[in-house]
C-alpha cells in the first residue's frame, strides 16, 4: 500500500511581486509537488497538515491559525527580520535563513535552522562579445538605486559616459520619480512582474549597488542583505559589479565571477574593466554562470528544500507553550497587543492617528 503523501501548508500575506512570497511560498507550493508533498497555499480546507510553514513571524496571527488548526504539525518559519520575539519563538520547530546573519540570530531560538539562498530559473547563458553599445542595466528598489548608487556610482558612471558607447538601463517602481545622472543616457523601465525579465536579460554589465560607503558596514543592516540580484543577473551570465557586503563576501569572489565597488574610482575601475574589455567580461560570465547553475538555480534549491522538509519529519517536535498550556487564544491577543505597541513607539505619527481615531489598546 502507498503511504500517504505528506500535507505541506504554505502560509504567506502580500502578492506575487514581493519576491519571497513568490519564490519560497507560491512557486515553491507547486515546485515541491514533484518530490512526493502534497502542497496547499493559504488552505485550511484539510484536516490537518504534516508541515506548516510561515513566512516571517511577525504575521503572529498565521502562527496562531496554524497551531490552532495542526497542533501536532512541524511549524516552519522562513524568517527575514531584525527582530526575534522569543515568546512566539518557542512555539515553532525550525527555521529557514537566507543569511548567515540571520543563521546567527536565530541560533538564541535554540531551533532547528536549515540555511538556503534565493533561486532563479536557469537561462540560456549571454556571450560577451560587444565593445560598444553596451547595455549596462540596474534592477531593484528605490533605495539601493538612491542611496547606494549616488553620489559614487553615478559620479562614476558620468565619466564613463564621456568615454564609452553604452545605455544605462533601470528596471525600478516609480521610474518617473528617479534621479538622473547628466551626460548618461538613460532609460528608465516600470517594474512589473511580467516584463522585467525580458528587460534585464538584454543587460550586457549588470549593476548592483548595497552600499554607499565603507563606514555603511557598521550597520547591521548591511548584514542582513543578500545577493539575489546578483544571482538573478547570473541566471543568463551577466557580470555585474556590486558591493562587498558580507554576504556577497561569503559566495563569490572579486575578478573570478564578480567584481566589487564602493568608491567613485572603484566604480569607475570595475565597471571600465567590464566595458572595454570583451574577453574579460566573457571570463567574468562564465565563471558567474557555473557557480549559479551549482548553487542557486531552481533545480538546485527545490530539490535540497525538499530534502531538507524530509530531514525535519523525521525529527521530533518540540513541545510548544501555548499548546501545552491550552493558551493559544490568549497569548496570541498578548503577543499581537505588544507588537502593536512597540510597532507603535517606533513610527509615533502612525500612534497619533490611532488617538485621534479613539483607538484604545488595553495592556
Known amino acids: 500500500m502507498n503511504q500517504p503523501l505528506v500535507k505541506i501548508l504554505f502560509l504567506t500575506k502580500g502578492g506575487i511581486e514581493i519576491p519571497t512570497n513568490r519564490l519560497w511560498f507560491h512557486n515553491m507550493a507547486e515546485y515541491l509537488k514533484e518530490f512526493g508533498f502534497s ?122 559616459a564621456a568615454k564609452y558607447d553604452f545605455e544605462f538601463h533601470v528596471v525600478i517602481k516609480n521610474a518617473k520619480k528617479q534621479p538622473q545622472i547628466p551626460g548618461v543616457k538613460t532609460i528608465f523601465y516600470e517594474w512589473e512582474l511580467e516584463t522585467h525579465e525580458e528587460i534585464i536579460s538584454k543587460f550586457d554589465i549588470g549593476i548592483v549597488p548595497a552600499l554607499c560607503s565603507m563606514k555603511q558596514l557598521g550597520e547591521p ?51 571600465e574593466q567590464l566595458i572595454s574589455k570583451p574577453k574579460f567580461r566573457e571570463k567574468i560570465s562564465l565563471a558567474g554562470y557555473a557557480l549559479f547553475k551549482e548553487k542557486f538555480s531552481t533545480k538546485i534549491i527545490v530539490a535540497d528544500f525538499a530534502k531538507k522538509l524530509k530531514e525535519e519529519l523525521e525529527k521530533p517536535r518540540f513541545s510548544k507553550p501555548w499548546i501545552v498550556n491550552n493558551s493559544i487564544e490568549k497569548e496570541f491577543k498578548k503577543t499581537k497587543r505588544k507588537n502593536l505597541l512597540l510597532s507603535l513607539k517606533a513610527k509615533p505619527k502612525e500612534a497619533v492617528n490611532l488617538l485621534k481615531k479613539k483607538i484604545k489598546i488595553k495592556i
Do not use: C
Open 221 to 271: 543592516f548591511s548584514y542582513l542583505r543578500n545577493p539575489n540580484r546578483v544571482n538573478l543577473l547570473l541566471s543568463w551570465g551577466i557580470p555585474s559589479v556590486t558591493s562587498p557586503i558580507p554576504e556577497v563576501l561569503n559566495q563569490f569572489s572579486n575578478n573570478e565571477n564578480i567584481l566589487y565597488a564602493v568608491s567613485e574610482d572603484g566604480w569607475y575601475d570595475a565597471l
Open 39 to 160: 502542497t496547499f497555499l493559504n488552505d485550511f480546507s484539510q484536516a490537518t497538515y504534516d508541515i506548516i510553514f510561515i513566512n516571517r513571524l511577525e504575521k503572529i496571527d498565521l502562527l496562531y491559525k496554524a497551531l490552532k488548526h495542526s497542533p501536532e504539525a512541524h511549524i516552519g518559519v522562513f524568517f527575514g527580520s531584525s527582530r526575534i520575539d522569543q515568546n512566539v519563538a518557542a512555539n515553532v520547530d525550525f527555521y529557514f535563513s537566507y543569511s548567515f546573519m540571520f543563521h546567527e540570530m536565530l541560533l538564541s531560538t535554540n531551533r532547528r535552522i536549515y540555511d538556503s539562498h534565493d533561486y532563479f530559473d536557469l537561462k540560456e547563458r549571454k556571450e560577451h562579445t560587444k565593445s560598444n553599445h553596451l547595455i549596462l542595466g540596474y534592477h531593484g528598489n528605490e533605495i539601493h538605486f538612491q542611496k547606494d548608487f549616488f553620489p559614487n556610482g553615478a559620479n562614476a558612471l558620468q565619466r564613463l
